[in-house]
């Protein structure tokens, strides 16, 4: 039973999800924690998700509630799929958070009317820049963490045409404009950021109450470390793993590059590939040009816990993002007791150090293969690195992104914006 003691939550977040996993995972996580601790806590999401929400073994069906699916939500849908991601995200999912906030209106009035609602929580979506309406309905809104802000590095500007530069420029104007009308990130009782990259590309980067909270975390009842001393592999062979979607962004094409120039090298490096998408045919022909197509498994998507089986055997992440706000594979990979090498650029940067792993600039882009290469090498011909690596990575990760924790910190904040301090 909820403990009526503690202030009443509802997180306002359409598209929670356990299937889609990335940020959609987030206010799922709260929810599921906050009610195991018989918090007071109630879940708006979307009706495309209930099926899959209601099924969920330690979800109270009574204490989630849906947006409807329109014909207006489909044809958003259907008009930005065709855009590339950064104006999908930024302007397509601006429109699609309005047009939710127009729907999920009566249903937040009427649990605060019903005296359900101490705090709004809109943990989602982490962009700082799309306007939220939730400061109207006479209860504290607190808002993130986000995360964003992300430009290309140096050197890479030909990952954007010029039509989608200019698509992205119009569109953060028309943001914050549209965070004038909309202004809950302005009048919010708390903004909650993942960085200093995403504070200063918040409509208002001087709001009065703004702390720093790093989005993703780690359930270390599903992410542990093999009974196993990965120290006892063969020095000269490394087992890399690589999780996440086969988009242009995450550079995979330069991560096959740099297991080409490790191989050559002398060592016997094999890299898993979890994860798919619209480039996996150019990627598994580039692994065969590459001559490396007998050491690169394609995987495809696989479930969590098959994720997990797969990370236990493997020796070391590698995650070469060109602009990835987050990682939370990162992370998953460090709870594991895997080394982790990747891109010294965004997310990465929030939770790797060079006790932890191998941190490499994209640029100058011309030899970022070649130093992707340097530490494959290193780790392959060194598997005492390795677990010293690994051991220091689960260290950063028990004490700084325990998803517990991460809550209890969330629980302060809620108390502290109902008291209206």
């Given at each position: ?6 202030p009443k ?7 929670a999800?356990?299937r889609?996993g990335?940020e959609?995972?987030?206010p ?13 806590v109630?879940?708006?999401a ?9 099924s969920?073994p330690?979800?109270?069906?009574a204490?989630?509630h849906?947006?409807?699916d329109?014909r207006?939500?489909r ?5 930005f ?10 302007i397509?999912?601006?429109l699609?958070?309005?047009l939710n ?10 649990l605060?009317?019903e ?10 979506p982490v962009s ?5 309406g ?5 209860v ?6 986000m995360?964003?802000?992300m430009?290309?590095?140096?050197g ?6 010029g ?9 953060r104007?028309?943001?914050l404009?549209?965070?004038r009308l909309k ?8 903004l909650?950021v ?10 208002n980067?001087r ?15 599903k992410?542990?470390a093999p009974?196993q001393e990965r120290?006892e592999?063969?020095s000269?062979r ?6 996440g ?5 995450k550079?995979?094409d330069?991560t096959?590059?740099?297991?080409a120039m490790?191989?050559r ?11 798919d ?12 040009d590459?001559?490396i197509a007998?050491?690169v498994?394609?995987?495809g998507?696989?479930p ?7 990370l236990?055997r493997?020796?070391?992440l ?14 998953e990979?460090?709870?594991m ?5 990747a891109?010294a ?5 929030d ?8 941190l490499?600039?994209?640029?100058p882009?011309?030899d970022?293969?070649?130093r992707?290469?340097?530490a494959?090498?290193?780790?392959a011909?060194?598997p ?9 990575g689960?260290?950063?990760?028990h004490?700084?992104f325990d998803?517990e924790s991460?809550v209890d ?9 109902a008291?209206?301090k």
């Open positions: 039973m909820p403990d009526d003691s503690l939550i509802l997180i306002v977040a359409p598209n999800s356990a889609f990335g959609a995972f987030l799922l996580n709260y929810f599921r924690i906050l009610s195991r601790r018989g918090h007071p109630h879940l708006i979307h009706h495309r998700n209930q099926e899959e929400l209601l969920l330690d979800c109270d069906p204490r989630m849906f947006v409807p329109t207006w939500h044809a958003i849908w259907r008009l799929s065709r855009f590339p991601e950064r104006v999908r995200d930024l397509g999912g601006g699609m958070t309005g906030e127009i729907y999920q209106a009566r249903l937040i009035r009427k605060v009317a005296g359900e609602v101490d705090v709004i929580h809109q943990p989602i700082p820049l799309i306007p939220s939730l400061h109207r309905f006479g504290p809104l607190v808002i993130g963490p995360n964003g802000g430009d290309y590095p140096p890479y500007e030909d990952y954007e045409g039509a989608t530069r200019a698509s992205i420029a119009i569109g104007r028309v943001a404009l549209m965070n202004p809950g990130k302005h009048r919010a009782a708390v909650l993942a960085n200093e990259r995403t504070r200063r590309a918040l409509p980067p709001h009065p109450r703004i702390e720093t909270l790093i989005e993703n975390g780690i359930d270390f009842s992410w542990r009974q120290s592999a063969e000269g490394l087992r890399l793993v690589f999780l979607r086969f988009v242009r962004w550079a995979i330069i096959l590059q740099a297991v490790a191989r090298s002398g060592a016997d490096v094999s890299l898993d590939l979890l994860g998408g619209e480039g996996r045919e150019e990627l598994e022909s580039l692994a065969f590459l001559g007998e050491h498994t394609f995987h998507f696989k969590q816990e098959q994720c997990a089986a797969i236990a493997s020796d070391a590698i995650l070469n993002s060109l602009r990835e706000c987050g990682g939370a594979v990162v992370l990979a460090m709870a007791g895997l080394p982790v090498v891109s650029w965004g997310g990465p940067l939770y790797l150090n060079v006790e932890s792993g191998f490499v600039h994209p640029s882009r011309e970022f293969d070649r992707l290469a340097g494959l090498v290193a780790l011909e060194d005492a690195l390795r677990q010293r690596m690994g051991q220091a689960q260290k950063i990760v004490r700084d998803w991460k910190r969330m629980v302060e904040i809620y108390r502290e914006a008291a209206g």
